[in-house]
Every structure is written in structure tokens, then in C-alpha cells.
């Protein structure tokens, strides 16, 4: 009776030790995976920090660059600036290409740059927006069908993500609201995920 009893305390040790080596097995898989993503946590703030920085050194660049330009032109008319701008960028494609072939040795960085002063810049960015929000409308009006219900709606605007869910209540593919809405395809996916 005793070395039966011993031979099932036996057995249930080796199964213990069986357990117990699983346990452990898991537990250093469990410890890698955790390594990994603090190692990757680490990677995507240090991608983000340096994509930052730049961002950072690009936007004082330009902010140098603007304030020299508005300090080296004083402008007296800017209409007049925006006729000379003009007027450069309609040159004859000719010469450009003249221009182009004689020295295509010299690199993107000797080539003199157009420099525009901010309020010019500034309008021509407002124009650009009030343009845009007409083109929205414009694609609002046409995506609604007229009805009672509708009519109530289109006194007030749709914003980008109720046009888009509009849209896609309608059938339409991600791509087909991107090209409809002027925007990018992943931008419309994402709106379009948040909102399921």
C-alpha cells in the first residue's frame, strides 16, 4: 500500500513540475511581449518627437523667411505685387525651358526663389477658402434631392462628416465620397469608422 501511495505522490509531483515549467514558459512569453511594446512605445515617440522637431525648425524657417522678405520689401502697392507676381509666373514656357537646359547642373537650392509678401499670401489664402466653401455647397446642394424633410436641412450647412455619412447612407464607396467631397480617402474612412 505504501509504494502505491508513493507512486502517486510521484506521479503528481512530476505533473506539479509539468505545470509549473508551462507557467513559466508563459510567463517569459507574456515578459517578451512586454518588452516589445515598451520598445515600440519608445520607437514611436521618438519618431514622433523627431517629426516634431522638424516641424518645429521647417515652421521658424519659414517664419525667418517671411519676416525677411517683409522687411527687405516694403511694398507701396499690393496690387501692384500681385500684377509682378503674376507677370513672372506667365513667362513663356520657352524660356523656362532655356533657362532649364542651360543650367541643369545647378541644383534645386541655387535657383533664386519668388518670395511673396504675407498680406498677399494672406488674401490669396482667404480667397482660397471662401472658394471652397462655395465648391461645398455647391456639392451639398447637388448630393440632396429636394424634398419637405430636406429643405429644413440645407438651411444649415452639413458638415464634412455628415456629408460624408450622407454619402455613404446612399451606397456610395469611400473613394466616390473622397472624389465627391475634395478630400482624402483615408480621411474619409476614418470619418466614416468613428461614426460606426
Partial sequence: MTIILIA????????????????NTK???????EKKQE??????????????AEMKDENDRLIQELQRVSKSETPTN?????????????QPSSLIKEESTVDSSVSLDQEP??????NIVAN????????????E???????????????KEESKPLTL?????????????SEEIAKQLQKGKTEIELLLKFHN
Fill in 8 to 23: 502517486v505522490l510521484f506521479i503528481l509531483q512530476l505533473l506539479s513540475f509539468y505545470f509549473l515549467i508551462i507557467l
Fill in 27 to 33: 510567463l517569459a512569453k507574456f515578459k517578451d511581449l
Fill in 39 to 52: 520598445r515600440l512605445m519608445r520607437e514611436m515617440d521618438d519618431t514622433i518627437s523627431v517629426y516634431l
Fill in 78 to 90: 499690393a496690387v501692384e505685387q500681385e500684377e509682378q507676381i503674376v507677370r513672372q509666373q506667365e
Fill in 113 to 118: 526663389r519668388i518670395y511673396v509678401p504675407k
Fill in 124 to 135: 490669396a489664402y482667404s480667397r482660397q477658402q471662401q472658394s471652397g466653401a462655395k465648391a
Fill in 137 to 151: 455647397a455647391k456639392v451639398v446642394h447637388s448630393a440632396q434631392q429636394p424634398s419637405e424633410a430636406t429643405e
Fill in 161 to 173: 462628416e455628415q456629408q460624408a455619412i450622407e454619402l455613404a447612407k446612399k451606397g456610395k464607396t
